[in-house]
């Protein structure tokens, strides 16, 4: 069974650090293209980053370029998405998603993932 599994939200000051998890179970992720996501309250769900399956190469919204850094370890199976200078505009439950190849290049676009986590509550404030 294909499953994603989020860890790591939490509340955090601003400035401060998380480290989101996107444990996968069922398939092999670094053949997929991994995104991650996030949807804050009445805003629509929006792609943030995202790793390809190809080359490893990975891209950045731009709200989130040089805050952010999405990583794989192919020996546990898992992505994380490393954010730091947290601000409270970051808040948002935050998704990752797995994109079956083709296509071996990732996209932030929502359409396309075919497979979603649960995911998991990042709250940013004083």
């Known amino acids: 069974q294909v499953q994603l599994v989020e860890s790591g939200g939490g509340l955090v000051q601003p400035g401060g650090s998380l480290r989101l998890s996107c444990a996968a179970s069922?398939?092999?992720?670094?053949?997929?293209?991994i995104g991650w996501f996030r949807q804050a309250p009445g805003k629509e769900r929006e792609g943030i980053s995202c790793i390809s399956s190809s080359d490893g190469s990975t891209y950045y919204e731009d709200s989130v370029k040089g805050r952010f850094t999405i990583s794989r370890d192919k020996a546990k199976n898992t992505v994380y998405l490393q954010m730091n200078s947290l601000k409270p505009e970051d808040t948002a439950v935050y998704y990752c998603?797995?994109?079956?190849?083709?296509?071996?290049?990732?996209?932030?676009?929502?359409?396309?993932?075919?497979?979603w986590g649960q995911g998991t509550q990042v709250t940013v404030s004083s």
């Open positions: 998603a797995a994109d079956a190849p083709p296509p071996y290049v990732c996209a932030l676009g929502v359409l396309g993932y075919d497979y």
């Open positions: 069922g398939f092999t992720l670094e053949y997929y293209a």
